[in-house]
């Protein structure tokens, strides 16, 4: 089921059983199953670099205005008093359980007046359904980024760059084989993933922002490539920012 994720960091913080039974226990809820088997084998993380999943122990009750005038029919103000908010967005969309509801598993949308759905299987958290039809399809590519002690330094590119394909390439010869690279492009931005030190690199379409993700253990080994690339005239002009 969750074969096909790339794991970003291999150091998951899982959620064990006892964490679960707490956090239903204390909110009086029996949380779906498929939320449950999400947790127990991702843990604490970000999913596909939309979705936050914290620790059961941080779920409160929703506590907001209602303002989902075009979602009554999927959900009432009343069953949305009666949610719990289990994960949300980095646009800090609201993903919500219900119990006893039809579907479960919604989204309050934070710049939308209307309620989605998510399977109930949770199977997909970034998979959005709506009367119409799916409001948010499946990611090309699909991974996990766990809520460890991460380290982020970004690079703002000044004049003098020579082109992103060949940041990007020269950036990739600094691995070898063995560290296992992955690209991927999106319309936006280029991400590439590098196993061997469970980094996330990525690129703006526009060549003038680079942010390195990835452990604390290879911070020394970042600052060196960073250097590398500019003494080689790669990048030109550049501005770093260390991000705790």
């Known amino acids: ?3 096909d994720i790339y794991f970003v960091d291999d150091r998951l913080l899982v959620i064990e059983e006892r964490e679960v039974l707490a956090a239903e226990e204390r909110l009086n809820i029996s949380l779906p199953q498929g939320y449950k088997r999400f947790l127990k084998v991702f843990g604490e993380g970000t999913y596909c670099g939309v979705i936050d999943i914290p620790s059961p122990a941080e779920m409160q009750r929703v506590s907001k205005e209602y303002r989902w005038k075009r979602g009554l029919k999927v959900l009432g103000e009343e069953e949305i008093s009666n949610s719990i908010e289990i994960a949300s967005t ?3 969309d609201s993903i919500i359980y219900c119990p006893g509801s039809e579907r479960g598993v919604y989204v309050l949308p934070r710049h939308d007046d209307t309620i989605y759905w998510i399977d109930s299987n949770f199977d ?20 996990f980024e766990p809520f460890v002690d991460r380290a982020c330094l970004e690079v703002i590119v000044g004049k003098g760059l020579y082109s992103l394909d060949k940041l990007i390439s020269k950036v990739k010869d600094e691995f070898t084989p063995e560290s296992e690279l ?18 996330i690199i990525e690129f703006s379409s526009d060549g ?10 290879y911070e020394n080994r970042i600052y060196s490539l960073i250097s590398r690339l500019e003494k080689e005239g790669v990048i030109g002009e550049l501005k770093l920012i260390a991000h705790q």
């Open 90 to 92: 980095v646009d800090c």
């Open 124 to 143: 997909d958290p970034c998979v959005w359904h709506s009367d119409s039809g799916l409001v948010r399809e499946m990611e090309p590519l699909k991974y």
């Open 208 to 217: 003038q922002h680079v942010r390195f993700d990835f452990h604390p253990l």
């Open 182 to 199: 992955l690209h991927h492009s999106y319309i936006d931005i280029e991400l590439l993933f590098v196993k061997e030190i469970s980094a």
């Open 1 to 3: 089921m969750f074969e």
